[in-house]
């Protein structure tokens, strides 16, 4: 079965550009996460979705931020405009939901440098 | 709020030896599931061992255990027989699932290096 499928791998983009990181989850999973992870901060969660529908958006920074979920099947999280401090590296995450029985699958994450 | 702790920032051990990777978390509930992930240097976070709070059995996966102590709140990661495909970062997480929430809360790792 195919992971959970982020691109790109590795984002460098100058200061005041919008980036655009995209995720495809697992099939079948309801919820789907982004996360941010910096060595100051560890991993945070942004955002997360259930069937397509944010429930959780208070660890999105900023206004600069956004996610959407147009469908089972994608995801995006734009930051426009970006600033040196959003260089992170940001995952996506899937899951069937069901509570512990199911964890988290996570993506290979998007490595984003701004200069 | 619930928090993670991990007090090891960074552990060594020599290959074949056996670590343990401490946790510690706060919560009030009673109803909850602790995870062990690994993040080695490609990036990717996979799911090492998982633990539901209501079984007093301790998980075990091949050559990774826990430790869950639930009245201390503890819940450490032992590693036996260690590879040196274990070097990687390790994080603690925990979920409660109340009120239907999914969020995972992590721990700020521990690095760990497998020596020849």
């Known amino acids: ?115 | 709020a619930q928090t993670v702790t991990q007090s090891q920032p960074e552990m060594s051990v020599q290959e074949a030896e056996t670590v343990t990777l401490s946790c510690t978390y706060d919560t009030s509930e009673n109803n909850y599931y602790l995870f062990w992930y690994k993040q080695p240097p490609s990036r990717q976070m996979i799911l090492v061992i998982r633990q539901e709070a209501y079984k007093q059995q301790n998980a075990t996966e091949n050559r990774f255990s826990v430790n869950f102590q639930k009245a201390a709140k503890s819940f450490s990661l032992k590693i036996s027989d260690s590879q040196l495909g274990d070097t990687a970062m390790y994080f603690c997480a925990f979920a409660d699932y109340q009120g239907g929430s999914e969020k995972l809360v992590f721990g700020k790792g521990t690095k760990l290096t497998v020596n020849p």
């Open chain 1, 1 to 115: 079965d195919a992971g959970v499928i982020q691109s790109p791998r590795h984002e460098v983009t100058e200061m005041g550009q919008e980036v655009t990181l995209r995720c495809k989850p697992i099939s079948g999973h309801d919820y789907l996460f982004w996360y941010r992870q910096t060595m100051m901060r560890g991993l945070e969660l942004l955002i997360y979705f259930n069937n397509n529908v944010p429930i959780d958006d208070s660890g999105m920074p900023e206004d600069r931020f956004s996610a959407k979920m147009p469908n089972a099947s994608f995801s995006t999280l734009k930051i426009q405009p970006s600033e040196p401090r959003d260089s992170a590296v940001y995952f996506c995450a899937s899951s069937p939901g069901e509570y512990g029985n199911q964890p988290q699958h996570f993506g290979d994450g998007t490595r984003l440098s701004i200069l």
